[in-house]
């Protein structure tokens, strides 16, 4: 583990005369789980760590640090939140529970939105989804709540820890809403309980099936289709669709881009400027079909035509179906 205590660390950080990465983890309070848990995630990511529960405020308002110490992973005894530390942005995290992500459970359109169309979900039917660009996990779980058993893939391995946390957060939640349903039957009349219970609401009855690996999805999917071909492993993957929504790759006005926090992320991971190499990977996996979420006016991936297009007001959805289904069984 190694372990920074510096006053002046904006400058940059250096471990064993190396200049290392311009991320640090650091915990915001000295509470064991905290630190125990940002140790554990230092030594994962092989970063620095950072004591952050005294200068934290100062970090965050120095306005004169170097590219070298832009991100820090903190830590809080609630969440893991990336933030950066020469802008007053809001810090990126994975929060399934967000109001918006809680409108979008309520209000979204359920399976008729466009995102639940191009997936192929019916009343009946949810398929399962591979989420092979999971980012902040947003559509994962819209999809997820929809019925379908999502598997995310995630590059970024700081992207990853954000998810997990997420993840791990949205299970504690769950066991919440259990006991919450639970004492509901022995005790009618809730005070505080109500309040809780109308926040996870849009969670009830739900039963979640969203699990996450940070790898490189070519990757991924490069073993599944070898698995497949050698037909050697009883265990073979294989998605009946795969969704891919690539950071886009120029900036547009009025686009989700301008939104801060995919202006964060496309920081922290750069432009996917090799998905369509992945795209052709997918075609060859998923058994239904693969969907591409675009900006409205962007070129079809690989310059390879959709067979069905889903118009939005700021995206669309392109969905190449699987040469083996015919389009009169979608
Ligand atoms: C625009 S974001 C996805 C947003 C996501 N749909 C959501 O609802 O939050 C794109 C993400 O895909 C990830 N990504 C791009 N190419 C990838 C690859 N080959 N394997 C795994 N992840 C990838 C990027 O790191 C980034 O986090």
Redesign the pocket.
């Known amino acids: 583990m190694k372990l920074f205590e510096t006053k002046c660390w904006w400058l940059p950080v250096t471990v064993k005369n190396k200049k290392v990465m311009n991320i640090v983890v650091g915990f915001t309070t000295k509470d064991e789980d905290c630190i125990a848990r940002a140790s554990l995630l230092a030594d994962q990511l092989q970063l620095p760590l950072l004591d952050l529960s005294e200068s934290s405020k100062k970090i965050i308002n120095c306005n004169n640090c170097s590219d070298s110490c832009l991100l820090l992973l903190a830590v809080t005894p609630d969440r893991l939140e990336l933030r950066q530390t020469i802008k007053r942005v809001k810090p990126l995290v994975v929060d399934f529970f967000s109001p918006t992500m809680r409108y979008r459970l309520l209000h979204g359109g359920g399976r008729k939105q466009l995102l639940a169309k191009a997936i192929g979900i019916r009343s009946n039917y949810a398929p399962s989804v591979l ?10 779980l819209v999809l997820a709540a929809l019925g379908c058993a999502v598997h995310m ?4 391995p700081i ?1 990853g820890a954000l998810l997990q946390d997420g993840l791990v957060r949205l299970e504690k939640m769950s066991q919440t809403l259990l006991l919450q349903l639970t004492q509901a039957t022995t005790f009618p009349v809730w005070s505080e309980q109500n309040k809780l219970a109308k926040f996870l609401q849009p969670y009830c009855g739900l039963n979640l099936d969203l699990k996450l690996t940070i ?4 990757t991924f999917i490069g073993h599944c289709l070898q698995k497949k071909v050698q037909r050697s492993d009883a265990d073979i993957y294989v998605p009946e669709v795969i969704y891919l ?3 886009y790759p120029v900036v547009q006005r009025k686009t989700a881009l301008n939104k801060e926090a ?1 202006r964060f ?1 496309k920081r922290v ?1 750069g432009d ?1 400027c ?2 369509d190499e ?1 795209f052709l990977y997918a075609l060859q996996l998923a058994t239904r079909r693969v969907v591409v ?1 675009r900006p409205r006016s962007a070129p079809h991936l690989a310059a390879k035509k959709p067979n069905i297009i889903f118009r939005g007001a700021s995206c669309r959805y392109d969905v190449y179906l699987n040469s083996k289904i015919s389009v009169a069984t979608i």
């Open positions: 989420d092979a660009t999971a980012g902040l996990g947003k559509d994962a893939l995630e590059r970024s992207i790898i490189d999805a070519a929504d690539p950071m995919m992320l991971v996917d090799d998905i992945l979420k």
